[in-house]
C-alpha cells in the first residue's frame, strides 16, 4: 500500500510540476507547464513564436533578452493559436523583455485568439507597419497586461478610413471578461491606445478594469482614441472600470 501511494504521490507531483526549458531560437511551443526561458536575443524573417494549446500553463520568459521579428516579411513576435474549447490556450504567460518588429505589413507583436487567463508584462516593445497592432488577442477571457512600455510607429492603408483602427492593447472583439489592463506606457503613432470591446455579453462577476496607464498617441485621424470601450450592439453594463489613467494625445480624442 505504501508503495501505491508513494507512486501516486510522485505521479501528481509530475503532473503539476513546471519543467523549465533554456531556448535560444524562435520555434512552436506546444509543451505544457513548461518555463520556456530565452537564453540570448533570437530574429526571425517573420513570426518567431507560435504558441499552440499545448502550451497550457506554460510560460515563455524573455529573461531580459529581446525578439527580434518581421524582420524581411509579415510576421508576429508571439502568435498564439488557440482553438474552441476545450482547445484554448490556457494559463499562459509572456513576459520580461523586449519584442520589436521589423517594418513590414500587419507586423503586430503579440496576436492570437482563444485564451484564456492569459498574461502578458513587464515588456517593452516596439512595432511599426502598415495595419500593425501591439498587442492584440480575440475571444479571451481572464486577460492581464501591466508594465508594458509600448511604442508604435503604425499606418493605415488609408489614413482617412475610421473602419481598421490601428490597436496598441486591445481585447479585440468576443472577449469573455475579467480583464485588468494597468501600468502601461502606449506612445507614438497609432489610431487607439488600449482597447476592450463586447463587454456588453461578459458576465458581470467578471468586470474590466483600466487604470494607471498613460497613453500619448499622432493618431492619423480625428476618431482615435486614447482609451476605447465598446459593447456589442448596447452599452456596457458589467462594472467595466477606467481610472487613474493619464491621457496626453499629441493628435486625437480622449476616451471613448
Same mark, same amino acid.
Given at each position: 500500500?505504501?508503495?501505491?501511494?508513494?507512486?501516486?504521490?510522485?505521479?501528481?507531483?509530475?503532473?503539476?510540476?513546471?519543467?523549465?526549458?533554456?531556448?535560444?531560437?524562435?520555434?512552436?511551443?506546444?509543451?505544457?507547464?513548461?518555463?520556456?526561458?530565452?537564453?540570448?536575443?533570437?530574429?526571425?524573417?517573420?513570426?518567431?513564436?507560435?504558441?499552440?494549446?499545448?502550451?497550457?500553463?506554460?510560460?515563455?520568459?524573455?529573461?531580459?533578452?529581446?525578439?527580434?521579428?518581421?524582420?524581411?516579411?509579415?510576421?508576429?513576435?508571439?502568435?498564439?493559436?488557440?482553438?474552441?474549447?476545450?482547445?484554448?490556450?490556457?494559463?499562459?504567460?509572456?513576459?520580461?523583455?523586449?519584442?520589436?518588429?521589423?517594418?513590414?505589413?500587419?507586423?503586430?507583436?503579440?496576436?492570437?485568439?482563444?485564451?484564456?487567463?492569459?498574461?502578458?508584462?513587464?515588456?517593452?516593445?516596439?512595432?511599426?507597419?502598415?495595419?500593425?497592432?501591439?498587442?492584440?488577442?480575440? %475571444?479571451?477571457?481572464?486577460?492581464? @497586461?501591466? !508594465?508594458?512600455?509600448?511604442?508604435?510607429?503604425?499606418? &493605415?492603408? #488609408? *489614413? +482617412?478610413?475610421?473602419?481598421?483602427?490601428?490597436?496598441?492593447?486591445?481585447?479585440?472583439?468576443?472577449?469573455?471578461?475579467?480583464?485588468?489592463?494597468?501600468?502601461?506606457?502606449?506612445?507614438?503613432?497609432?489610431?487607439?491606445?488600449?482597447?476592450?470591446?463586447?463587454?456588453?455579453?461578459?458576465?458581470?462577476?467578471?468586470?474590466?478594469?483600466?487604470?494607471?496607464?498613460? %497613453?500619448?498617441?499622432?493618431?492619423? @485621424?480625428? !476618431?482615435?482614441?486614447?482609451?476605447?470601450?465598446?459593447? &456589442?450592439? #448596447? *452599452? +456596457?453594463?458589467?462594472?467595466?472600470?477606467?481610472?487613474?489613467?493619464?491621457?496626453?494625445?499629441?493628435?486625437?480624442?480622449?476616451?471613448?
Amino acid at each position: 500500500m505504501k508503495k501505491i501511494l508513494l507512486a501516486l504521490f510522485i505521479l501528481v507531483f509530475l503532473f503539476n510540476s513546471v519543467f523549465a526549458l533554456d531556448i535560444d531560437s524562435c520555434r512552436t511551443l506546444n509543451q505544457s507547464n513548461t518555463n520556456y526561458v530565452l537564453t540570448k536575443d533570437v530574429s526571425s524573417a517573420g513570426t518567431c513564436f507560435t504558441v499552440d494549446y499545448g502550451a497550457s500553463g506554460s510560460t515563455l520568459d524573455l529573461a531580459g533578452h529581446t525578439i527580434n521579428y518581421a524582420q524581411s516579411e509579415t510576421g508576429r513576435g508571439v502568435s498564439i493559436k488557440g482553438g474552441s474549447a476545450p482547445y484554448n490556450v490556457n494559463g499562459f504567460t509572456i513576459k520580461n523583455g523586449q519584442i520589436k518588429g521589423g517594418y513590414q505589413d500587419y507586423a503586430h507583436g503579440i496576436r492570437g485568439s482563444n485564451a484564456v487567463n492569459l498574461q502578458i508584462y513587464d515588456l517593452n516593445m516596439f512595432v511599426q507597419g502598415l495595419e500593425t497592432h501591439g498587442i492584440f488577442v480575440e %475571444v479571451v477571457t481572464g486577460y492581464t @497586461v501591466h !508594465d508594458v512600455n509600448l511604442t508604435m510607429n503604425s499606418v &493605415k492603408t #488609408n *489614413p +482617412c478610413w475610421h473602419v481598421d483602427q490601428v490597436h496598441g492593447i486591445s481585447g479585440g472583439t468576443g472577449v469573455g471578461g475579467k480583464i485588468a489592463i494597468y501600468n502601461n506606457r502606449v506612445t507614438g503613432k497609432g489610431m487607439v491606445g488600449i482597447n476592450i470591446s463586447d463587454c456588453a455579453s461578459w458576465n458581470p462577476n467578471q468586470p474590466a478594469e483600466i487604470y494607471n496607464n498613460y %497613453v500619448s498617441l499622432w493618431s492619423p @485621424v480625428r !476618431d482615435g482614441y486614447a482609451i476605447s470601450v465598446q459593447g &456589442k450592439g #448596447n *452599452p +456596457c453594463s458589467d462594472g467595466t472600470k477606467i481610472y487613474n489613467n493619464t491621457i496626453d494625445q499629441v493628435n486625437g480624442r480622449g476616451a471613448l
